[in-house]
Every structure is written in C-alpha cells, then in structure tokens.
C-alpha cells in the first residue's frame, strides 16, 4: 500500500498500490494505466480501513471497470476484481472519497433531474 499526506502523525490517504495487475478473462487489469474514481478510505478519526479492508473503484482507458480490495486479514490477499457498470455506480454513489465527479466516471450515463 502506498500512503500520503498525513493527520497529527497518521497517514491521510490510503491508496492501493501503484502498479497492481491482473489477467482476469483474458484482460489486463492495470491501476497504473486506469483511472482511480473513488475509495471506502474515509478517515474516520481512528483509521482508514473498514473491517481490515479497503475497496477501490477504477476504470481502465478502454471504459471497463474493476475493484482493487486490500485486506489486513491473515491468509487473505489484496486482489483486483472485474465489475459490471451497474455494480461500479452503485459503489460510486455511497462512496464517501471520491476523486473525480460524476460525469468523469462515468461519462457514458445521461443524468436527469429526480
């Protein structure tokens, strides 16, 4: 995990690595060439992690999007995760750290008045 900036001696943000790759149905998954949107790394006053783990959303250039979960728990490991559109927005609009706006992550969907 990389962190930065930091609180009263305590990192800020917590992200996942650089450079964190996988080959899942015949497709590279990169974060060093995909977009990060958005992370469950709300600092909360205590720490970063939910439950031991972290979630981040990203998007590749080619508009697919995955999930990079990083664990702290023994005997688990940080994996990258293949998602459908619908499962990435729905983390988007719940996720308290986003890093770009709406229409960035998801440029394809027209938004309407409620």
């Known amino acids: 995990m990389v962190q930065s900036d930091r609180i009263d001696g305590k990192d800020k943000t917590m992200q996942p690595p650089k450079n964190m790759t996988a080959i ?13 949107l958005c992370g469950d790394d709300h600092w909360d006053g205590q720490n970063f992690e939910r439950r031991g783990t972290n979630q981040f959303l990203y ?31 729905n983390f988007f609009e719940f996720c308290q750290e986003q890093r770009v706006s709406y229409q960035e992550a998801f440029p394809q969907v027209n938004l309407e008045d409620a």
């Not at 899942?24 to 990060?36: C, E, H, M, P, V």
């Not at 023994?74 to 619908?86: A, F, K, L, N, Y």
């Open 24 to 36: 899942i149905d015949r497709k590279r998954y990169n974060t060093a060439t995909a977009t990060l």
């Open 59 to 89: 998007r590749t250039p080619r508009g697919v999007y995955f999930f990079v979960n990083l664990t702290q728990w023994q005997g688990c490991s940080d994996h990258i995760e293949p998602c459908s559109e619908g499962e990435a927005i």
